[in-house]
C-alpha cells in the first residue's frame, strides 16, 4: 500500500475505527519510511552484521572530530498538521516522558554504538534530536503516528531507534558513507600514485656523508652532463645557486620555485635543465638525471610529503640522492617495494673539523672568521649589540630575512677587504650559503621544535642538527681549511661533545601529504563540514603503511579557518591554504584574508591595488619594529607572487610586483647593514629590553639545559671546580660571574660597576645583596627576584 494511498484511507475513516486499523496504517508507514524492523532483536542483528562488515578491521575513528550540523525544527507546514488529524495532536510533556526513557535504555544505547554512536555521539544526536521533536511546530507523519502510538501503549520505545538513527545521520552525516571515507584516505602503496615512474626501471643512487664531503658536486656533475635534469633543492637559495652554476657553465637552466618562474631560452621554450625547489618539481615531465638534495628532509613534520613526491615519483633514468647515512635503510626500503635498487656511494668530509676543549666563555675572545649560533632573534639581537660595544662589526643572517638580503651579508663577511670579520647567525647557515667560517661558536644549545603533532618542544639540538651546522666551519672552497667548533658558556661544551659523538638515528618513516582530489572526494560525501575539520577526519581516517606518516597540517587547518568565512570554491580555498605564510605575522595573516576577500568578490589585485594595501613608499627602518616591519612586507610580496602562478588573472602584475619587492630587499639590507644602530634606538625608546628577554629565556630553559647536561657529564672533576670562578652562597654562581661568561659584560665594565655600587652603598643610596651589584645602579628599588 503506497504512503499516499495509506493516508487517503485513514482520513476516510470514521473516527471511532480508526484505532482498530492503526497498527496497519503505521505498518504501512513504516515500510515506506525506513527498511529497518522494528522489532529491537531484529534491528540489533542487521546493526551487529552491517557494522562488523563496515569496520572491516578498521582502527575505530576519532569521534571528537565530527562535528554535529544544525538541523532546524520543522515550522507550520502549508498542508497543515497532518499527523494530528490522522491521530491526535501530541501532549509535549508526555513526549518528553517517552524521549528521556529512551535515551536511558542501555539497549538503545548499545544499539547506538553498533551504528558508530559512542557515548559522545549518541549523546549530542539525543540532544539533538529532542530538540527537533520538541521545537518543531509539526512533525512527520510517521513520527508523529509512532510517538502517539507510544503514548498509548500501542507501540514501544524502542520503535523510536529508526528515528533517532536517521537524525543521527543527518547531523553526523560521516556516519553514512564511513566505508567511503575509508577507501578515499587510504594512503597505502604511495609508489603507485606514479604511473609514470612506474613504468620505467630507474637507477637509484644515493650520495652519503657529511657537510663539506662533496657529495652534491658529484652529484651536480652528472646533472650538468646530462642531456636533460631537474635539481630538487630545500630552499630557494639552493635552487637559484644552481641556476646560476648551470647556466654559467653552459649549460641552460630554468628556475622554478613557488614564487618565480624564469626561463632562460629567448622563445619562452623551456631548457632541458631545471633548477627548482623540493615541492615544485614535475613528477610526469621525462629526464635523464634527477637531482634531489638534502633526503634526509624526507623525515621532515611539515615538508617531508614533498621528498617522499620526489623520490616516488620523478621519471628520471637516474636519481641521485644527497643527504645523510640516516636515510640510507628507510630509502632502500622504499625502492624495494618500487623494484629498484639503491646503489650508495660513501663520501669523507674534506677538511679535518675539532671540537675545541674551551668555551669562547667572553665575547672578548673572538677571532675574525668566528660564526655564534643563536637559535632566537633576541639573542641575535643581544649579541650583536655586545659586539659592537667592543668596536667589532658583524654581519647579521636569520631565517625571515628576504634571500637577497642573506646573501648581501654573507658577501659582506665573506668578503677580505670589509671590515666585518664576525658573523652572528642562526641555524639559517646551515643551509643554502656559502661561507668562510674558521670557528663555529654555539650561543646555546636549546632550540624551540614543532613535532610531528604539532606541539611546541623545547629541548637541545640533535646529532643531525649540530653536525650540520657544525659542518659550516672550515669547508673545502673557504679560506679557512680547517674548521674548529665550541660553545659560549664552559658548562654545554661537554653536552655539544656528547651530542656530536652520538650515532644520527636512522629515519623511520617518510611524509606523505592530501592531494586536492582526495580532499574534493571527502567534501563530496561530508558537503557541509568545514575545510579545517575535514582535514582532521581525513587524517584520523588515513590508513599508511608503517614506512610512512601523514605531515602535520597545523598550517594549512590555520589557513582553512582564517579564511573559513569568506565564499570560495573547495579548490580555490585549498590553493590559498596551502600558500607558505608565517603564522606569526600578523600582517603576512590579515593580507592572506584580504587576498582571499578580494578574490570571493572576483576583484583582481592590480599593482596599485597593492602599493595602497601596503603603503608604500616604505620609509627605511628607524628601529628594530621597523625591521620587523619590512619584513612582513616582503612576506606579503612573496604571498602575491606565490598566488600570481596559481591564480593568474587575480593576480595579474607579477613582474611589477617583483620589482617592487626588489627595491624593498634593499631597504631591507641598509637596515640590516645598520642593526647595532636599530637595536641601540630600540632600547633607548624601550622599544626592545634585550636584558629581561635574554633573562627570561634562561630561566624558562635552563632546567632542560641542566638536566640534560647532568646526563652527560655526571657530577663535575675537582679540576673543573677549581677553574670556576669564585661561588658566594652555597654553589650558585653569581649573576656578574654569569654576565661576564655570557659576554654581557667586560671585564671593565664589572670594575666601573663595582665602583659605582660601592660608592652608592657608602652613600647609604642602596642596599643590594652581593651577586647583585650588575643591575643594582639601574633600578631605583630592589626588586623581590630580582636575580
Known amino acids: ?48 552484521s552491517s557494522s562488523s562488515s563496515a569496520s572491516g ?47 536511558k535504555r542501555k539497549e538503545i544505547q548499545k544499539l547506538g554504538a553498533d551504528y558508530g554512536l559512542d557515548a559522545r555521539l549518541f549523546h549530542q544526536a539525543f540532544i539533538s534530536f529532542r530538540n527537533y521533536i520538541m521545537q518543531s511546530h509539526s512533525l512527520d507523519v510517521d513520527i508523529h503516528i509512532i510517538l502517539n502510538d507510544i503514548c498509548f501503549s500501542a507501540a514501544h520505545v524502542d520503535d523510536l531507534f529508526p528515528f533517532f538513527l536517521r537524525h543521527a545521520k543527518q547531523i553526523f552525516p560521516v556516519l553514512e558513507c564511513k566505508d567511503d571515507l575509508r577507501k578515499i584516505s587510504d594512503l597505502r602503496i604511495p609508489p603507485n600514485w606514479y604511473p609514470e615512474a612506474r613504468a620505467i626501471q630507474r637507477k637509484i643512487i644515493f650520495h652519503s656523508g657529511p657537510t663539506n664531503s662533496g657529495k652534491t658536486y658529484h652529484a651536480i656533475q652528472k646533472y ?108 632502500t626500503e ?29 665575547l672578548d675572545n673572538l677571532r675574525p672568521g668566528d660564526c655564534i649560533v643563536c637559535f632566537s632573534k633576541n639573542d641575535i639581537y643581544s649579541v650583536s649589540r655586545q659586539i659592537e660595544i667592543r668596536g667589532l662589526e658583524s654581519a647579521v643572517i636569520y631565517g625571515s630575512l628576504p634571500p637577497g638580503t642573506k646573501l648581501a651579508q654573507a658577501k659582506k663577511f665573506n668578503d677580505p677587504d670589509d671590515p666585518c670579520k664576525i658573523l652572528v647567525a642562526t641555524d639559517a647557515i646551515g643551509m643554502g650559503l656559502n661561507l668562510s667560517i674558521r670557528r663555529i661558536i654555539f650561543y646555546s644549545l636549546i632550540k624551540p621544535t614543532i613535532n610531528e603533532k604539532g606541539e611546541k618542544e623545547i629541548e637541545p639540538i640533535t646529532t643531525s642538527q649540530a653536525l650540520q651546522i657544525a659542518g659550516r666551519a672550515g669547508r673545502f672552497s673557504s679560506k679557512y681549511k680547517e674548521g674548529e667548533v665550541t660553545t659560549m658558556n664552559r658548562e654545554d661544551l661537554n653536552l655539544l661533545k656528547e651530542i656530536l659523538n652520538r650515532p644520527v638515528d636512522p629515519i623511520k618513516a617518510a611524509g606523505l601529504h592530501p592531494t586536492a582530489e582526495q580532499i574534493e572526494m571527502f567534501a563530496y560525501h561530508l558537503p557541509d563540514t568545514t575545510l579545517s575539520n575535514l582535514i582532521d577526519i581525513f587524517v584520523d581516517f588515513s590508513q599508511v603503511d608503517g614506512q610512512y606518516f601523514v605531515c602535520n597540517m597545523d598550517d594549512f587547518k590555520f589557513s582553512a579557518e582564517l579564511i573559513q568565512h569568506i565564499p570560495l570554491s ?89 620589482d617592487l619587492q626588489k627595491e624593498l630587499d634593499g631597504i631591507i639590507q641598509d637596515g640590516v647593514h645598520n642593526i647595532t644602530k636599530l637595536i641601540k634606538i630600540s632600547e633607548s625608546h624601550k622599544l626592545l629590553n634585550l636584558e629581561s628577554l635574554s633573562a627570561e629565556n634562561r630561566s624558562r ?33 653569581s649573576l656578574a660571574s654569569r654576565l661576564v661568561q655570557q659576554g654581557l659584560l667586560t671585564a671593565d665594565m664589572l670594575k666601573q660597576l663595582e665602583k659605582e655600587w660601592l660608592t652608592q652603598r657608602t652613600d647609604g643610596k642602596e642596599r643590594t645583596e652581593p651577586g647583585t651589584y650588575s643591575k643594582g645602579t639601574r633600578r631605583k628599588k630592589k626588586e623581590p627576584d630580582s636575580d
Not at 513504516?30 to 529491537?40: F, S
Not at 568578490?601 to 621597523?626: A, G, H, M, Q, V
Request: with cysteine.
Open 1 to 48: 500500500m503506497s504512503f499516499s494511498r495509506c493516508a487517503l484511507l485513514w482520513a476516510r475513516l470514521p473516527a471511532g475505527r480508526r484505532a482498530g486499523h492503526r497498527a496497519a496504517v503505521c505498518s504501512a508507514l513504516r515500510a515506506h519510511v525506513e527498511p529497518l524492523p522494528g522489532a529491537l532483536g531484529r534491528v540489533s542483528a542487521v546493526a551487529s
Open 57 to 103: 578491521g578498521s582502527k575505530a575513528p576519532n569521534t571528537s572530530l565530527f562535528v554535529p550540523l544544525t538541523v532546524k525544527p520543522q515550522g507550520p507546514s502549508a498542508d497543515g498538521d497532518v499527523g494530528a488529524e490522522l491521530t491526535r495532536p501530541l501532549d509535549k510533556n508526555e513526549v518528553k516522558k517517552i524521549l528521556d526513557k529512551f535515551y
Open 224 to 331: 650538468l652532463s646530462a642531456k636533460s635534469g631537474v635539481y630538487c633543492g630545500p630552499l630557494k637559495l639552493l635552487a637559484h645557486e644552481i641556476f646560476e652554476k648551470s647556466n654559467a657553465a653552459g649549460v641552460p637552466c630554468d628556475l622554478v620555485t613557488g614564487e618565480e618562474r624564469v626561463t632562460v631560452e629567448p622563445d619562452g621554450k623551456q631548457a632541458a635543465h631545471v633548477a627548482c625547489t623540493v615541492e615544485m618539481c614535475s613528477v610526469t615531465t621525462p629526464y635523464e638525471v634527477a637531482v634531489i638534495d638534502e633526503i634526509q628532509m624526507i623525515k621532515d613534520p611539515a615538508r617531508g610529503w614533498a621528498w617522499t613526491r620526489a623520490l616516488l615519483g620523478l621519471c628520471a633514468e637516474e636519481v641521485h640522492l644527497c643527504g645523510e647515512s640516516a636515510a640510507i635503510d628507510l630509502v
Open 334 to 362: 622504499l625502492m624495494y617495494t618500487t623494484g629498484e635498487e639503491v646503489e650508495v656511494r660513501n663520501y669523507k668530509r674534506l677538511t679535518p673539523i675539532s671540537v675545541l676543549d674551551h668555551a669562547l666563555e667572553s
Open 570 to 658: 573547495l579548490r580555490v580555498r585549498y590553493v590559498f591554504c596551502t600558500a607558505p605564510i608565517n603564522k606569526k605575522q600578523p600582517f603576512v595573516c590579515s593580507s592572506l584574508l584580504q587576498f582571499a576577500r578580494q578574490y570571493s568578490r572576483n576583484e583582481p589585485l592590480t599593482f596599485s591595488w597593492l602599493r595602497r594595501y601596503i603603503k608604500w613608499p616604505l620609509l627605511p627602518p628607524k628601529n628594530i619594529k621597523d625591521l620587523m616591519d619590512l619584513e612582513a612586507v616582503h612576506d606579503v610580496l612573496d604571498l602575491y607572487l606565490w598566488l600570481s602562478y596559481r591564480f593568474i588573472d587575480m593576480f595579474p602584475d607579477a613582474s611589477l610586483i617583483r
Open 701 to 733: 630553559l635552563s632546567g632542560t639545559l641542566k638536566s640534560q647536561a647532568r646526563r652527560v657529564r655526571g657530577t663535575k672533576t675537582v679540576g673543573s671546580k677549581a677553574a670556576e670562578p669564585p661561588v658566594p652562597n652555597g654553589g650558585e654562581k
